[in-house]
Structure formats: structure tokens, C-alpha cells
């Protein structure tokens, strides 16, 4: 079993329709959730950032973190053609060596069509 | 601010040939910096790590090294390289949080 798992997609969905992402983990020893926007051929970008179960807004993007169930969702609100992406949710654990590592999902690859 | 370089961007080699591939960072100083390689269908996966220079983790033993010659410089190498060292590699850093920020990353395809 994969630590994370993410649903692969593709996912298309109409321009300003509500996208829902999730990802499922399985490690309690993460501590820290976040979520990357990776366009084809370039770097991860971060968009979201989380440590304690409940929502985080920014703008169109909620992070929603349940550790209860190690579950969390990113929702995108009023979602446009630029949001055409792959979606990558991460989680942190700490290094023995220092620093921490980022433990990624499969990412979700999202189509916003006009 | 901070940015961060990688470079080149693409990279085609020749199996058996050498690899260097260099990571800087600029606007911050003793970052945590990272090396993750991200192959088709799977997710990033993290080959090394450094907190300071000349401290070098690795998590996955592999064909490859990394070395930090100073405190914003970041190298990933490979004497020979294999087949299965093609993918797309990602630089990391971040500093006092766990908001890890990535270069923009080097697809090496090994032919």
C-alpha cells in the first residue's frame, strides 16, 4: 500500500464549476499537508499549506485536512481554463538527519475547458 | 525574495556517460535543499538531502551522488549513467518551515 494515494484523473470539468481533489494517506507520522500545481514540464508550485484538521482558504482554493480519517481535499471555486494542471498533494515528515521530507501523491491531472 | 535555479533545463545522454547537474538559490542563507526525481506515473521521490555544506543524506541508494560545495549550491551526479536514471529531476529548498519551494527541473532522458 502507498503511503498517499491520489486519483490519477484525468479530471474535466466546464469552466466555473467547483473541483473537488482528494488524496487518502496512511503514515500518522505526518504532520504537515500541502498541495502543488504542476503545469506540463515545469517545476511544482506551491499553492496550499496546512497542519491542523479544518479548512484553509486562499482566494478560489480551500485545503481541507481531516486526520481522523487521513483524509484531505483541495477545492477549487469558479475554476478556469489557467487552472488546467496536474494537482499534487504532499505531506511532510521529519528527516532524522534534519529537515523534512515530502511525501507526494500521484498527482491529479485537471482540464478546465471553455 | 528567494529563487531558485536548475540547470539545463533538458538533458539528453548517452548511457555510461557522466551527469552534473547544478541547483543554486538565491535571497536566503543556509537553506535545507533537496534533490526529488519525478518518473512517468509515479509521484516525487526524495534521493537527497543536505542542512548545511558538505552534509549530504541520501534516502534511496542508487547511481547517483550530491555534494554541496557551498551553502546555496546544490550538485547531483553520476559517474556512469543507467537507462533507469531517466526522469525528471526537481531541486528543493526550504528553511525553518516545511514550505519546500522547487526549481523549475531538468528532464534528463538517458539514450
Known amino acids: 500500500q502507498k503511503e498517499v494515494e491520489q486519483d490519477p484523473g484525468p479530471l474535466s470539468v466546464p469552466e466555473g464549476a467547483i473541483v473537488s481533489l482528494n488524496c487518502t494517506y496512511s503514515?500518522?507520522?505526518?504532520?504537515?499537508f500541502m498541495w502543488y500545481r504542476q503545469y506540463s514540464r515545469k517545476g511544482p508550485e506551491l499553492l496550499m499549506y496546512t497542519y491542523s484538521s479544518g479548512n484553509k482558504e486562499d482566494g478560489r482554493f480551500t485545503a481541507q485536512v481531516d486526520k481522523s480519517s487521513k483524509y484531505i481535499s483541495l477545492f477549487i471555486r469558479d475554476s478556469q481554463p489557467s487552472d488546467s494542471a496536474t494537482y499534487l498533494c504532499?505531506?511532510?515528515?521529519?528527516?532524522?538527519?534534519?529537515?523534512?521530507?515530502?511525501?507526494f501523491g500521484t498527482g491529479t491531472q485537471l482540464k478546465v475547458e471553455l | 525574495s528567494q529563487t531558485i535555479h536548475q540547470w539545463p533545463a533538458t538533458l539528453v545522454q548517452p548511457v555510461g556517460s557522466p551527469l552534473s547537474l547544478e541547483c543554486t538559490v538565491e535571497?536566503?542563507?543556509?537553506?535545507?535543499l533537496y534533490w526529488y526525481r519525478q518518473a512517468a506515473g509515479r509521484g516525487l521521490q526524495l534521493l537527497f538531502y543536505?542542512?548545511?555544506?558538505?552534509?549530504i543524506s541520501s534516502e534511496v541508494p542508487q547511481n547517483l551522488s550530491a555534494s554541496r560545495p557551498q551553502d546555496r549550491q546544490f550538485i547531483l551526479s553520476s559517474k556512469k549513467l543507467l537507462l533507469s536514471d531517466s526522469g525528471f529531476y526537481l531541486c528543493?529548498?526550504?528553511?525553518?518551515?516545511?514550505?519546500?519551494?522547487f526549481g523549475q527541473g531538468t528532464r534528463l532522458t538517458v539514450v
Open positions: 535571497g536566503t542563507s543556509n537553506p535545507n
Open positions: 528543493a529548498w526550504e528553511q525553518g518551515s516545511t514550505e519546500a519551494f
Open positions: 503514515n500518522s507520522a505526518f504532520q504537515y
Open positions: 543536505s542542512v548545511g555544506i558538505g552534509q
Open positions: 504532499a505531506m511532510s515528515s521529519i528527516l532524522t538527519g534534519g529537515g523534512n521530507k515530502l511525501t
